[in-house]
């Protein structure tokens, strides 16, 4: 319970001290006398957030004009106490621990917000608040399990249905994401998911299966029909057999073109001159004998004409031992003076046996060299004739190799045209039931996502389980009817719909939707648990409808610790008779208790 308050420059107060001794306290005063500001400063207080301001920058506007800080302390009566402080460029700083009270603030505005807003929105609160409207994955699964159109999924054979992910298995991913990202948020990826299935169904819907007939000189064969490895063992055989054919043909171009050169050879030998006479060479060799003859005469008339000319050396050239001068010093060797025109005759005569020997020697090798060039031309001619008779001889099977390489070929080409055929079909095929199977998987997933859809709408499974878990809050809303509307009862219906006996909502008069108002806030108070209540604008209630209100919030005071009730009034009515009500009156910025 909270036992005192203090609000600096907090919106329109400056500064505010407020001591609660009771657990129900009214708050009372005229308009813009900051009622309003006490009740979000309560709010920011306890949950760090008021009229929806959450960033550092909205919640600056809470700083009252002129001031750079506001600050609420909350004192409570256990000994806890807290402060809530922001400056205008800092983020609201917490000084102390904020007790969790089970403050709800989108419950504990005015009675008129939770019913002013949209019925998705009140639906998205009822699902959070409500016990058994936040179920566990295993409960979801079981109720879209259940739901007929999702059930008679279930039924199909599941080996028929080329998904990537079993009907089951999307059930309860969908299952998984309602208990996360709540109801909503599961329908909205069931519709992006069926979205999605649909574009991908459209898409394959226009795949065309290959064409089943190839056209091979001018006749038709039905591809599926054609043996694909007998085709490819024929063309290994056919492509062997040419090959064999073109080693063959390459031999007889070879074996042509080398008849061509050995004829070329034998033209270019032509006829062989004739080679010099054997008694010609013979008469060469002896007149080199000849020659060599009279040179070794002419040696050796040379020699004794120069022993002639030669006279004894002053030392003896034959003892050796010491020197001893020769007794002949000086002396001619020979018995008298050669002639010098012979010896020059001799000389002469020597030049010209070398030079007839040379000659001779030449002619001899020339000779020698015609023999043998005639020799190896003979030989080499005789050669290349055998070599012509054997080519000659051979058959030349040209024109009959071409014919069967290119019978082989065209066979060739015809078995390579089915092995293409073949092979383009497997390929254009394995796409088409690839299509095939991503079209089925998509229509089947159309369906799946579609009942989902439908399953997991408002007006689907949520409207079930609010049908169901609305005992619990229509007994809550009884018991404040009780005191509200006597003799009447306050429902809350399976559609979210709220009727007073039999009157909806929207007939209702202003001072009986406020009741209604303050019954769905004590209601749903109670089930998120929440310590403090505060309601604004029972200034709205007439003496009568306040004297019951008055009377309800005394009779419900033990299920709060404290309960605040705001209005605009000149004056606040004399009925606090009872001391767990306390009256303030708020003016120029501070609270004046108002006596019993």
Known sequence: MIKSLSITNFMQIEKLELELAAPLNFIAGQNEAGKSSIRDALLWGFCGQARGLKTQQEQAAMIREGANVTEVSIFMTNGHAFTRRKTLKTSAQVLGDVPDIGLAPAILMDPFTFLSWPEAQRRELLFKVIPGLAPTEDNILSRICRWPAVEAIQTDDENTQPLATSPLGIIKSVSKMAVSHGFPGAEKECVTKRREAKRLRDEFKGAVEPEK????????????????????????????????????????????KRLATVKGQLEKIGTLPPPPPDNFIQQLQQDLAGNKCALEINTEEMQQA??????????????????????????????????????????????GLIKAGDEITIKLAEANKQVTEYQTATARKASLEEELVKLATEPDAGADLDVEIATRQNRINRGSAFERAAYDYDIA????????????????????????????????????????????????????????????????????????????????????????????????????GARILLIDEADILDTEHFEAFYNFLLAHLENFDQIMVFMTADCIYDVFGDPRAQAWWLADGKLTQVAA
């Open 306 to 351: 120069m022993v002639q000319e030669q006279f004894f050396p002053a030392t003896c050239p034959v003892i050796t031992l010491e020197s001893m001068a020769c007794p002949k010093a000086g002396g001619r060797v020979g018995s008298a003076p050669v002639d010098p025109g012979v010896i020059e005759s001799l000389k002469a005569n020597r030049q």
């Open 213 to 256: 007939i190839i056209v091979i000189d001018g006749k038709e064969y039905d591809i599926p029909t054609l043996n694909l490895p007998a085709i490819e063992a024929t063309l290994k055989d056919l492509q062997k057999e040419k090959d064999g054919l073109l080693r063959q043909k390459g031999a007889g171009e070879a074996r042509a």
């Open 429 to 528: 095929l394995g796409i088409y039931k690839g299509q095939m199977e991503k079209l089925a998987a998509a229509e089947q997933e159309v369906i799946i996502y579609d009942a989902l859809q439908k399953a997991l709408a408002p007006d689907g499974i949520p409207s079930q389980m609010i049908a169901e878990a609305l005992d619990g809050v229509n007994d809550l809303l009884d018991e404040a009817a009780t005191y509200l509307f006597p003799g009447r009862y306050l429902h809350l219906t399976g559609d979210l719909s709220i009727v007073l006996q039999n009157s909806p909502y929207v007939t209702l008069s202003k001072s009986a939707k406020y009741r209604v108002g303050v019954a769905f806030q004590y209601a749903l108070s109670r089930l998120v």
